[in-house]
């Protein structure tokens, strides 16, 4: 995939919502307060952003 394009940049950004919804609802089924769980989330959502994003545009600088 093309990591400039907005298709690349929306897959990322929808998985890593999926992944803070995930985190997010765990967290609160196990009684942690509602910033801890949030706090949580972000973390885990950004970091699956961030090290997917990087990986598709090494993939795609190694293929071009």
Do not use: R, W
């Not at 992944?19 to 609802?25: D, E, K, P």
């Amino acid at each position: 995939m093309n990591p400039i394009s907005i298709e690349t940049f929306g897959l990322m950004f929808i998985l890593a919502y999926v992944l803070m919804c995930l985190v997010f609802i765990t967290h609160q089924k196990q009684g942690k307060s509602f910033v801890d769980s949030f706090d949580k989330a972000f973390i885990y959502g950004s970091g699956l952003f961030v090290i997917g994003y990087s990986l598709d545009a090494a993939a795609y600088v190694a293929m071009a």
